[in-house]
Nanobody, 122 residues
Framework: QVQLAESGGGLVQVGGSLELSCTGSGSIFSIRAVGWFRQAPGKQRELVAAITGSGNSNVAETVKGRFTVSRDNAKNTVYLQMNSLTLEDTGVYYC????????????????WGQGTQVTVSA
């Protein structure tokens, strides 16, 4: 079981930026895919970005051009850089580690972090 811890959330104005970090325990973290999910109030949790252990990444259409996911395996950390934030980006952001197919909703187990709140204000 991989232990995950997110950090970097907070309050930011529309148009601002935040960088979230997801730090994992154990050497297996560096070879597993990591996904960033968010859950807005009253909405289902959605996948916004994913990155494989080797660094191949993709982001959801809703955040394309604004969010970037990257990782530093030497630090066991995955980052989510969020720019040009909008009110719709408000929510709790979670990172999750597992096989890529599981990150995308397929079979397999996933380890979750506790989440970090991102609030975008007008």
């Amino acid at each position: 079981q991989v232990q995950l811890a997110e950090s970097g959330g907070g309050l930011v104005q529309v148009g601002g930026s935040l960088e979230l970090s997801c730090t994992g325990s154990g050497s297996i973290f560096s070879i597993r895919a990591v996904g960033w999910f968010r859950q807005a109030p009253g909405k289902q949790r959605e996948l916004v970005a994913a990155i494989t252990g080797s660094g191949n990444s993709n982001v959801a259409e809703t955040v394309k051009g604004r969010f970037t996911v990257s990782r530093d395996n030497a630090k066991n950390t995955v980052y989510l850089q969020m720019n040009s934030l909008t009110l719709e980006d408000t929510g709790v952001y979670y990172c999750a580690s597992g096989q890529l197919r599981a990150i995308h909703g397929g079979t397999g187990s996933i380890s979750w972090g506790q989440g970090t709140q991102v609030t975008v204000s007008a």
